[in-house]
């Protein structure tokens, strides 16, 4: 069975540019995650979608980050504009449904110079 | 305000011993507990859980021992193996139902190293 895929691995950019994350689920999982980790901290969750709706986006600062999960399949995560703040591994997980167990891709590594 | 803490950044075992890494926690609506293992580059994943209503979870090397009055959760592992270095991450959630169960909290990470 394929994992969660991320794509790009790694991306340095400059304060104030835009960059955009994608996901792909595992096959058949409704709800995906993406989380945020910053270096030395734990991940935080920044947004939660269940097929192609948004659960919870508390914690996604959305003047600046906004993410889709069109089709309820794959999933975008953009920052525009980026700040130095923002550097940090975007990790994208999975699960079958909400009450399961949640499987993570291998991260997007941000640089903001 | 950081409501999952792993106060202890590394830790460093002989093969063959056990290795106990530790968990606190301040927010009393944490009803769900896990554990989850990172190697260098990849995503996390996950170990093992216990439930509010447990307070000992096993599986094969791994127990997960949970104290609700103390806020307070450990994670052994023995014998631990050369294999078993890598960032421990314990996380809470809400509640095991409903839409919360993702909504995990996580702590700073202990840096596990077991040499041979």
């Known amino acids: 069975e394929a994992g969660v895929a991320q794509s790009p691995r790694y991306k340095i950019i400059e304060k104030r540019q835009s960059v955009a994350f994608w996901c792909n689920p595992i096959?058949?999982?409704?709800?995906l995650y993406w989380y945020q980790q910053i270096l030395g901290q734990g991940p935080k969750l920044l947004i939660q979608?269940?097929?192609?709706?948004?659960?919870?986006d508390s914690q996604l600062p959305k003047d600046r980050f906004s993410a889709e999960r069109l089709k309820g399949v794959d999933s975008t995560l953009k920052i525009q504009p980026a700040k130095l703040e923002d550097s940090a591994v975007y990790l994208c997980a999975s699960s079958f449904q909400s009450t399961g167990e949640l499987f993570f891709g291998e991260g997007s590594r941000l640089t903001v110079l | 305000d950081q409501q999952v803490k792993q106060n202890s950044p590394s830790l460093s075992v002989q093969e063959g011993r056990i290795s106990i890494l530790n968990c606190d926690y301040t927010n009393s609506m944490f009803d769900y507990f896990l554990w989850y293992k990172k190697y260098p580059a990849e995503g996390p994943t996950f170990l093992i859980s216990?439930?509010?209503?447990?307070d000992k979870n096993e599986d094969g090397r791994f127990t997960v021992f949970l104290n609700k009055s103390a806020k307070h959760l450990s994670l052994h592992i023995v014998p631990s193996q050369p294999g078993d270095s890598a960032v421990y991450f314990c996380a809470a959630a809400p509640s095991l139902g409903g839409t919360s169960y993702g909504k995990l909290t996580f702590g700073q990470g202990t840096i596990l190293t077991v040499h041979p």
């Open positions: 979608f269940q097929n192609n709706g948004v659960v919870d």
């Open positions: 216990i439930s509010s209503i447990k």
């Open positions: 096959s058949g999982h409704a709800t």
